[in-house]
């Protein structure tokens, strides 16, 4: 039987908005996310993707019809506020089912519930019930947070987009790439920082910009600007600047800073010359090899 672990709005938020080629939301065996509220609240707005749970004669909770438990990689269920494993709630009650009948995952519950989620992230709100695979295919992914309403890091598509700017409250940029910006310019030296490097695995001038990022990241952070770091992808050089300030800010290992970069965004994977220098980085911080990056976890 899975067991129930508590998350976080913000690891909800995530995994709604992994992108690969499509929305991961597209994928049917990537996410059930149920909603355990009054069906009225539901009918009023839930969160993007969310599905009703159904209660059977006896007022129990029932697994949804295609549902498919096991396969899921996701089970996250919500009802209004719940906010401890120790609550007597709808959404551990349903949780509970769902872990009883087939999940082979840990069977999730949102922490605060549709309160506090939908006052974090009101843009992810909807009335829509029904989703045809080419609607998931469109679904709008929004740049994955790292710190709170601080950092986020996202594709070049997402850094142009004036909607996710203002959903998020974006106010900086780091470009990690050689692409134009059209948000920004080079003259908003508050507001935009450009690392004109090219993700290849010979690159070797990553090294010499990681003090501008966390020098620009912390004089915005300390402002509360929200930032966004991005490149053509998302998923390398990104990574990797967004991996150096997590080395910093927190002083991690880079071997934890690639854990907690990997747990918000899934489809991270800096090129080896990045991870060379960051790994020289990690030594020169350190006075020693501390991470292995010839490990497969890399």
Known sequence: MAH????EPTELYNIINQHSLHPCVSDPNFLLLLDARKKTEYEESHVITARQVNLDEAESYVVPYDAELECKTHIIVYDSNTRSLREKSS??????VMANNGSKNPVKILRGGFEDFSAMYPFLRTQKIIYTPQELDLVET???ELLPGILYIGSSEQAQSYH????????AHINVSKENDTIYTRDDTKAYLQIPIDDTDDNNEFSSYIEPIVNFIDVNRSNLNAILVWS???VSRSAAACLVYLMVYYKWTLKDAWRHLRSCKFSIRPNRGLIRQLSSFETKRRGKLVTDTKDPYF
Do not use: D, M, R, Y
């Open 4 to 7: 129930l672990v508590l998350i």
């Open 91 to 96: 959404a551990i009650t349903c949780a509970s």
């Open 142 to 144: 929004f740049p994955c």
């Open 164 to 171: 996710i700017h203002k959903e998020l409250k974006i106010q």
């Open 232 to 234: 053509k992808n998302g």
